[in-house]
């Protein structure tokens, strides 16, 4: 953290303790991603993920970062939460329901199956490919202690 990070991937607990320790500023984050935005909130964390927000959001700014939500299901609370961090114009892309913006037909899905030991060598070489030396990328996990082993496994270090 204190050489300077491109993307930061971390639970709301983790990420909080950071900010208030002044290991992290997300004061010039540029874009926020949270990723199955419904089950976050409803597993407690939604007060967590609104005061680290309110370190990165500057209230009635334009430079505000870019919000990204993805969820699976969108209860109204999911909506009027992003309400608080989104700008007015805010897209929402529907994959199953009726509407008529969906996602790029470019996007590919990939499914490789591997042993848990083989995971990160695995996702290192698919980064390698579609990502070259110098990509970017994002890597959704489901647990803190996934999110960790991935994070200091050598296999994704570049």
Same mark, same amino acid.
């Given at each position: 953290l204190k050489s300077g990070i491109d993307i930061l991937v971390g639970t709301p607990g983790r990420i909080k303790d950071h900010v208030q320790n002044s290991k992290l500023d997300l004061s010039s984050v540029k874009h926020v991603v949270l990723d199955e935005v419904d089950h976050m909130l409803d597993m407690g964390f939604?007060?967590?993920?609104?005061?680290?927000?309110?370190? %990165?959001?500057?209230?009635?700014?334009? +430079? +505000?970062?870019?919000?990204?939500?993805?969820? %699976?299901t969108c209860p109204r609370w999911v909506y009027d939460v992003a309400k608080?961090?989104?700008?007015? =114009?805010? =897209? !929402?892309?529907?994959?199953?329901?009726?509407?008529? !913006?969906?996602? %790029?037909?470019?996007?590919e899905h990939l499914a490789i199956q591997c042993r848990s030991s083989q995971r990160a060598g695995v996702l290192g070489d698919i980064i390698q490919v579609y990502s070259g030396s110098r990509g970017r990328t994002i890597v959704f996990c489901e647990t803190k202690k996934e999110a960790n082993e991935l994070a200091m496994n050598a296999s994704l270090k570049q």
């Open positions: 939604a007060e967590q993920v609104e005061e680290i927000l309110g370190f %990165a959001y500057k209230k009635g700014s334009e +430079n +505000n970062p870019q919000t990204l939500l993805f969820s %699976a608080k961090y989104m700008k007015d =114009e805010y =897209e !929402q892309i529907d994959l199953i329901g009726k509407k008529t !913006q969906r996602t %790029a037909t470019t996007v």
